[in-house]
């Protein structure tokens, strides 16, 4: 059977000591755990073990894997499945609901300042557009799980290209968002890109970028 119509296949590896592991005297997330979800989508479980090269690969022999379907709350929509899995349950998307942009602190005098994380831009209407469901949706409610752990999250990546413009979109902030529309740190956007021609969009990863 293939895996064809899989929206996201999420790849979990501990890194480190899991959270779940820290002894009961210990603080919550004081064990210093890490978790990384690579999000991946429209493949099958054979197109990365015979095309992801031998660092996927590793991944898929010593990692956990999940794989998640398209079903979300309404009609097909591929950020739909993302705040689906945030939301533990079957969510639906706002019309903006996939972008994101750099959250603002603001200093003791009130002055602005980009603060390191990510906030949903269009977080109020997801909101109202779940509160019409027949079932209660909480959305958010994975990243504010982990932040009552005291598990920081963290979103790095970018979904467009120079000339596809629209490069807030961050549809997998929409998996590690809290209940407040945050993502504690993130690095999205045109930073992470470089002139690549003959690839779709004219650019790719730039890895020395994204591993700064």
């Not at 413009?165 to 809290?178: E, F, K, S, V, Y």
Request: net charge neutral.
């Amino acid at each position: 059977m293939k895996l064809r119509h899989i929206v996201s296949v999420l790849l979990a590896i501990s890194l480190l000591a899991p959270v779940a592991r820290a002894a009961p005297s210990q603080p919550p997330g004081s064990a210093g755990g890490k978790l990384i979800m690579l999000v991946v989508d429209k493949v099958s479980y054979a197109d990365l073990w015979q095309h992801g090269g031998p660092n996927l690969r590793r991944v898929l022999a010593d990692g956990a894997l999940g794989l998640m379907n398209a079903n979300s709350g309404g009609s097909f929509r591929d950020c739909g499945s993302y705040l689906t899995i945030g939301a533990g349950n079957y969510a639906v998307c706002s019309a903006a609901g996939i972008h994101a942009e750099r959250r603002l602190d603001f200093t003791p005098a009130g002055q602005p300042v980009v603060a390191e994380g990510l906030i949903n831009r269009d977080f109020e209407n997801l909101i109202r557009a779940n509160e019409q469901l027949n079932r209660p949706v909480k959305v958010g409610l994975l990243g504010s799980l982990l932040g009552e752990r005291g598990i920081k999250t963290a979103l790095v990546g970018t979904e467009g290209g120079w000339q596809l413009g629209d490069m807030d979109q961050a549809r997998a902030a929409l998996i590690t968002m809290d209940d407040q529309g945050c993502t504690d740190f993130g690095r999205i956007g045109e930073a992470l890109l470089r002139p690549t021609y003959g690839l779709p969009g004219g650019s790719g990863t730039d890895y020395q970028a994204l591993w700064a």
